[in-house]
């Protein structure tokens, strides 16, 4: 599977993400116990609990993300704005059901 330039991974119909060092990377997952993990090269990169939301970020994955795109913010104004786009984005898809 390889990890969208949103450094998302889809596993059914569902996104979860992985450190943004990953994007355009080939991963493999696995499902163990409701966790899925996700792994590069057999190093575990992250792991999330499996979820029903279409859209399921680590913030310091968004964060870091951000990070790379506004290189001339401080780190408390990307964790800042990384915490209200995550808020937005939840309330986005929470409100298509």
Do not use: F, W
Request: no cysteine; net charge negative; proline share 5%.
């Amino acid at each position: 599977m390889k990890v969208t330039p949103s450094n998302m991974v889809n596993y059914q119909s569902n996104q979860y993400s992985v450190p943004p060092g990953y994007i355009g990377k080939a991963v493999g997952l696995q499902v163990y116990d409701k966790t899925l993990y996700i792994y590069s090269n057999m190093n575990l990169i992250a792991q999330h609990h499996l979820s029903e939301k279409k859209l399921n970020y680590h913030p310091d994955h968004y964060a870091d993300l951000l990070s790379r795109q506004l290189p001339y913010k401080e780190k408390d104004e990307i964790e800042d704005l990384a915490l209200k786009n995550l808020e937005a984005i939840n309330e986005v898809y929470n409100d298509e059901y």
